[in-house]
């Protein structure tokens, strides 16, 4: 495939390209910043205009604060809606019917092992990740027999990169229980799940679908398990680390 590589950070944006045209592929770089909205429509326009038409969309934009609840401002939390949920869901409802009418395309949520589990001091961050995974669902269910796919990819804590790679720079580390995973794992399961038209992948370098299960048949034990694995905790120390603990 040609890839546009888009994001906010044009300097990454132009390695990437550059290390994409070394491999044999078209790579344009097409910046924009999804916390602004009106940006969406040229940016699609822009990349079909550079490329052609889109039939693989990944939606990977995040913005992610941890804070006690009471310290988040109205401002960030409708600016993580717009960012990690509005913004799939506009990207998603511009290019499916050029998709359709193609007939071919698949569209990637990359939501969070969050949206399954919600952490403490995570809210909106949970919110909006957790937000991913009914769309995708709703997505596959009515276009069931249709040519194009849809699949949600759940990473959890991320490291050599990303939020979970700040965090680790600060001193706070994930533990054998909750786990840790890398990009290039996260990356091949993305390409597993385009290719086998998965529906939800989950990559946490920890067995988390067990926990998921019993979540659903006895949600309070999973509540009280939360802390005893150490996730309460480690982001009760991200939140103190930058001063939102209460």
């Known amino acids: 495939m040609n890839v546009v590589v888009s994001g906010r950070r044009e300097d990454v944006l132009s390695a990437v390209a550059a290390e994409l045209c070394g491999l044999g592929v ?16 040229s940016l699609i326009e822009r ?6 038409s ?12 941890t804070s006690a609840f009471s310290c988040f401002t109205r401002a960030e939390l409708v600016s993580m809606v717009d960012v990690n949920l509005t913004a799939p869901l506009l990207l998603t409802h511009w ?4 998709m359709l009418s193609r007939g071919q395309g698949h569209v990637v949520f990359i ?3 969050a949206g399954k589990i919600g952490p403490a001091y995570q809210e909106p961050y949970a919110a909006t990740k957790a937000g991913l995974v009914g769309p995708t669902q709703s997505l596959r ?3 069931l027999d249709a040519p194009v796919g849809f699949s949600v990819v759940c990473p959890g804590f991320i490291s050599g990169d990303g939020m979970y790679q700040r965090m680790v720079e600060a001193g ?3 533990n054998g229980l909750l786990g840790e995973t890398t990009t290039k ?4 399961r993305v390409i597993e799940a385009v290719r086998r038209d998965l529906p939800d992948v989950i990559e946490t370098g920890a067995p988390l679908r067990p926990i998921l299960a019993l979540s659903q048949l006895t949600p309070r034990s999973v509540e009280r398990l939360a802390p005893r694995f150490g996730l309460t905790e480690l982001f009760r120390k991200v939140a103190i680390s930058r001063g939102r603990d209460s």
Do not use: C
């Open 95 to 98: 290019l499916v019917p050029g």
């Open 47 to 52: 990349s079909e205009a550079a490329l052609g």
């Open 111 to 113: 939501s969070s092992a």
């Open 172 to 174: 706070i580390k994930s």
């Open 26 to 41: 078209k790579a344009q770089v097409v910046p924009a910043d999804l916390s602004d909205l009106s940006q969406i429509d």
């Open 54 to 65: 889109i039939d693989l969309l990944v939606n990977n934009a995040g913005v992610e604060i």
């Open 141 to 143: 269910a009515e276009y």
């Open 185 to 188: 794992k996260v990356t091949d």
